[in-house]
């Protein structure tokens, strides 16, 4: 058992939208939160407490939940690195380096929609078992993609499986390889419902039919698992709501008519805009072409407008950072999506919160039971140096991160962790390129140098 803590003297943020709470206390006992307010301190009194937080002109809120996070991808230099030079155990051990970076960061929970091998439901477990370190996961296995690929195009292989991918031909085969990522433990099932064809200029298209998408959720539903859909245009957002899909990402470009579809499946969106809002501010750096940086902002801006319309009909929206490439790496990003839905959507600091933790509960599945700071949760709590109400990019300062709870026990937030090297076996022909400058790219020279790789 985790024993207890009240924390007091600090001002209380939900999670759910309601006002804060100036000189709250909240009463942590076994993992769970039992009392808030007059109540918690009384039953301190009455009954004790192992551990007291002080937490006066401090902000107490719930931990904060990434619903978007590639942990076992370990910030690949480049996609010859991540498809083909990774080997599963080093994988597996380099993800379990990086959970506690996460944690550290004030993500007390993650969604890792599509793994390499199965080693998001492992790593999942060896956090739940307690032999490392690390938020609270859920997670998926191989991304499921049709023979025309994703993101990556023609890196992806015509059919088969790959540590990141599997290539579903057929309805047979769709349907075993949802089972069998089942079987294995997943809790979600991902599928990449665009992707980038070189025939064909400009933003990524949908490379499944509507009958397809209808065949993965059906199988994942009838069998109590989730899916969540990698669209990046608007007809796939919009047959992948009317199909049933769960959770979107990116959704980018969405017309009225998708915006109709999502509203009335009722599909969550977690647009995951800081992926592409680090391509755009440090793309440069990372040698991404200078036009594709405009491209990258523009497809914030007018998705980010179209998504204001379903935030304003009630469709649920959570954060989610990408978290796991170059660009992206871990425990550094997780809440920059908070702002990005401020600057971009107009959300209130207050609303960006509530999207970051009860909204993720979905994510995790747990929506009774995680993402705010009531009477019975699961007790995830951080203690923030500052107002995120004021500046909701405080959440992004580490230093402002004081206190991390994860299910009624602190977290280690000062031992150092040791920086890593890179092993030379990993390391690849691109070394200068980020991945995404290579991925995301649409101009022929790149799909060109993609095609031979
Ligand atoms: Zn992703």
Sequence with gaps: MSGSILISGGTVIDGTGAPARPGEAVLLRDGRITALGTQAVDDAEAHGVDERIDATGRTVMPGLIDAHTH???????????????????????????????????????????DCLWNIGCELRDAIEAGIVEGPRMRAGGQALMTMLGGTAGRMIKDEGRTGYATVV????????????????????????????????????????????????????????????????????TRDAARAGVDLIYHASYLDDEAIEAVIEAGSAMCPTFTLLGNLADYGAKVGTAPELLDVFRAEIEVTAKQLTKAHAAGVKFLTGSETGFAVTPVGEWHARELEMFVDYMGMSPMEAIVAATRNGAFAMRMEDD????????????????????????????????VEVVKAGKRIDLTTPIPEHKQRTSDQVRFLAACPLTRSLAFTEEQLERMSHV
């Excluded at 690195?81 to 960061?105: D, Q, W």
């Excluded at 995120?388 to 992004?396: F, G, S, Y």
């Design 71 to 113: 942990l076992t991808f370990g910030e690949p230099t480049g996609n010859d690195e991540l498809f083909n030079h990774r080997t599963e155990a080093y994988s597996s051990m380099l993800s379990a380096y990086n959970a506690r970076k996460v944690l550290r960061a004030g993500v007390t929970s993650v969604l890792d929609a």
């Design 169 to 236: 031909t057929g309805r047979d085969v769709m349907v075993n390889e949802i089972r069998r990522q089942i079987k294995y433990g997943v809790d979600w099932i991902k599928v990449m419902v665009t992707g980038l064809i070189p025939s064909m200029k400009g933003p990524e298209v949908k490379v499944w039919s509507f009958d397809e998408l209808r065949t993965v959720c059906d199988t994942a539903h009838e069998l109590n698992t989730k899916v969540v859909a990698h669209c990046r245009n608007s007809d796939s």
């Design 370 to 401: 995680l993402g705010t700071l009531e009477h019975g949760k699961v007790a995830d709590v951080l203690v923030i140096d500052g107002d995120p109400l004021a500046d909701v990019r405080i959440l992004q300062q580490k230093d402002k991160i």
